[in-house]
């Protein structure tokens, strides 16, 4: 077997790998082992993996390798943010985002290199659609993001002299798909690798801090809460289906009724007891008190929480952030009703790290840029007018 054919062990779950020792005539204990060297202990080379024969680390070598997409650019925020630039090939880029906060640090991945949804606030989907990303790749931004973490807390320990458990913000306690791409129209990678991050011989983590967001795949979320139901956030963004067949072209094939329908059918399934609304502030178009009042009465028909995230403007939206005085009020109104309501902090807006600035760079093979979102924005346009 060639170089170019090994398997990348990032991307195989416990059973894979149990079948590929199983060849070799080893037990299903020596999966687990491997699973443990590769995502707890993050090492990139059998040699380093100490309990293993000589001769099945032999055979690893051969057949195998341990490997993220080189890393093309690394930037850090003045809040501490981090974010990675991956290169998954043919010019196309995907980007992991790392979010220190005082009691989590949360990692942003990608799960798509581009987006067909093609919602014309965000610049992913301006960018257009040029393949899914395999769940190696996906598991890969958690495998490298983890290991520099773990560097810098090593750095800094040899700085301070000292051995403290790392702060809770310094490492990966809690994983967002809410980076590049539309995790339910990448279903079954993306499953692969949400298994791989609640094994507890690879990441450990539990359901609830594990979360999806979607623009409403309606299929998929009910295929998700059977196979995998880790928290659900949905982006929810409009209040009727005129604005959001706009804002979030999906729509157009699953209307609001049966996206709520869907959270309804989840909420059975979910780790928590209540679905996460993501709601973007748009300038003009999506703020008013009029759609607070809709979205209220749309809100008492799922257990929910709001979060409201004020739109991070990118040069080709035309399309303007909320005032944050605005974001204030409608954030009060959904309150009053008695809904649960945040207003999402803006981070790494010095390195474009922000949600919906993600643009690692896609070779767009669908020309949607050419077509939807300028279509979008007229039409918003319009209807502000
Ligand atoms: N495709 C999935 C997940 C990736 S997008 C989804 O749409 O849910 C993750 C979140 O970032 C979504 O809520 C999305 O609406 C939001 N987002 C996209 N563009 C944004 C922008 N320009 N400013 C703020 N949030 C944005
Ligand atoms: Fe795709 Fe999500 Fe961006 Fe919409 S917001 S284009 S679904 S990544």
């Not at 202990?41 to 997409?69: K, N, W, Y």
């Not at 798509?112 to 790749?137: D, H, I, K, M």
């Amino acid at each position: 077997m060639s170089s170019t054919e090994s398997i990348n062990l990032l991307g195989l779950d416990i059973a894979a790998l149990t079948d590929l020792v199983g060849q070799w005539g080893g037990k299903p204990f020596r999966a687990k082992q491997l699973q443990r060297w590769v995502h707890q202990h993050g090492v990139d080379s059998f040699d380093q993996m100490t309990d293993l024969a000589r001769e099945f680390r032999q055979q690893l070598t051969e057949h195998c390798s341990i490997h993220a997409p080189d890393v093309s650019i690394e930037q850090r925020s003045t809040d501490g943010t981090r974010k990675w630039l991956f290169d998954v090939g043919k010019n196309n880029a995907v980007e992991a985002v790392f979010i220190p906060e005082d009691d989590r640090g949360t990692l942003c991945i990608s799960s798509q290199a581009g987006c067909t949804v093609a919602c014309p606030f965000c610049s992913t989907g301006y960018q257009g659609f040029n393949r899914n990303l395999t769940t190696a790749e996906i598991i890969a931004q958690l495998w490298y993001a983890k290991r520099a973490i773990q560097a810098d807390i090593q750095s800094s320990r040899i700085g301070e002299g000292a051995l403290a458990a790392p702060e809770p913000a310094r490492v990966i306690s809690n994983v967002v798909m809410m980076g590049m791409g539309e995790p339910l129209l990448n279903y079954d990678q993306v499953l692969g690798a949400l298994r791989l991050m609640l094994d507890d011989n690879a990441y450990g983590l539990s359901r609830r801090r594990v979360t999806v967001s979607t623009s409403g795949v309606v299929p998929m979320m009910d295929r998700l809460g059977r196979d995998c139901p880790v928290a659900l956030a949905v982006s929810l963004h409009a209040p009727n289906d005129a604005l959001r067949d706009r804002l979030v072209p999906l729509n157009r094939k699953y209307p609001l009724a049966e996206l709520l329908a869907a959270c309804n059918r989840y909420l059975e399934f979910a780790p928590r007891d209540f679905i996460t609304f993501e709601y973007i502030m748009l300038d003009g178009v999506n703020d008013s008190d009029e759609h607070a009042r809709e979205l209220i009465t749309i809100a008492k028909q799922v257990r929910c929480k709001f979060n409201l995230i004020p739109f991070n403007p990118f040069p080709q939206s035309g399309l303007k952030r909320s005032p944050a005085t605005r974001v204030r009020l409608f954030a009060q109104r959904l309150m009053d009703a008695g809904l649960v309501t945040t207003v999402r902090k803006t981070r790494g807006d010095d390195i474009a790290a922000a949600c919906g600035q993600l643009a690692g760079d896609v070779k767009d093979r669908t020309r949607i840029n050419e077509r939807l979102p300028d279509r979008a924005i007229i039409a918003i346009k319009q209807e502000r007018g």
